[in-house]
């Protein structure tokens, strides 16, 4: 049983170039969600998406995007990453959306120079 | 503005009680949660409270008062693994999660 995955474990990129960090999960749950994870800070939502087919801004949206394609996949891209977005990036689910408890991947490490 | 409010560190002996409190002001409350997260890990789920009282799940209990915006994670019989960051959040008015800092937890032998 994997859960939830993210790929690439860690990445070091430029400013300027774009990235899509990648989340799968096996668990058929409906509902997904992008989280960063700054020192001294409480997990921020980036975006969600409550079903395939759906997605809604968090609250730090800005120069992120995500699409759900299908109920397993939840990738988020940086179109043009900025030493800011510099983060652990941690990709979540629930089973049937915002009223159940959510579940983590192990998260991306991101350093953007 | 929504805000949570946790220490950020403490330190407890191994064998001991500690005792994480957790201050909240939201726009509405839809539940409370706990999640214990060791470093360089993700965070995993510990804990749900929605009514008020004391929920007890084997070594680890929540606290939770709606009418104070308070809760606390007691952790008893304290084991070196439990060194950890605790995060609480708080499930808004529109089912989002809003979450506290952490507090780290330190155990010491």
């Known amino acids: 049983i994997a859960g939830i995955t993210q790929a690439p474990t860690s990445q070091i990129l430029a400013a300027g170039r774009r990235m899509t960090l990648r989340c799968t999960q096996d668990?058929?749950?409906?509902?997904m969600y992008w989280y960063r994870q700054d020192l001294g800070l409480g997990l921020r939502l980036i975006h969600y998406s409550n079903t395939a087919g759906t997605t809604g801004k968090g609250e730090v949206p800005d120069g992120y995007s995500v699409s759900r394609a299908n109920t397993d996949d939840f990738p988020l891209t940086l179109a043009s990453a900025v030493p800011s977005q510099t983060s652990v990036y941690f990709c979540?689910?629930?089973?049937?959306?915002?009223?159940?408890?959510?579940?983590f991947g192990p998260g991306t490490r991101l350093t953007v120079l | 503005g929504q805000n949570i409010d946790q220490p950020t560190e403490m330190t407890a002996t191994e064998g001991a009680i500690v005792q994480i409190n957790c201050t909240y002001q939201t726009s509405g409350f839809n539940g409370l949660f706990w999640y214990q997260q060791h470093a360089g890990e993700a965070p995993t789920f510990l804990s749900y409270n929605v009514l008020d009282g004391l929920e007890e799940k084997g070594r680890f209990s929540s606290f939770l008062s709606r009418s104070k915006g308070y809760s606390y994670l007691l952790l008893k019989e304290l084991q070196m693994k439990d060194s950890a960051s605790y995060l609480c959040?708080?499930?808004?008015?529109?089912?989002?999660?809003?979450w506290g800092a952490g507090t780290k937890l330190i155990i010491k032998p």
């Open positions: 959040a708080v499930r808004d008015s529109n089912y989002q999660l809003i």
């Open positions: 668990m058929r749950h409906n509902a």
């Open positions: 979540a689910s629930s089973e049937r959306g915002a009223t159940d408890t959510q579940y």
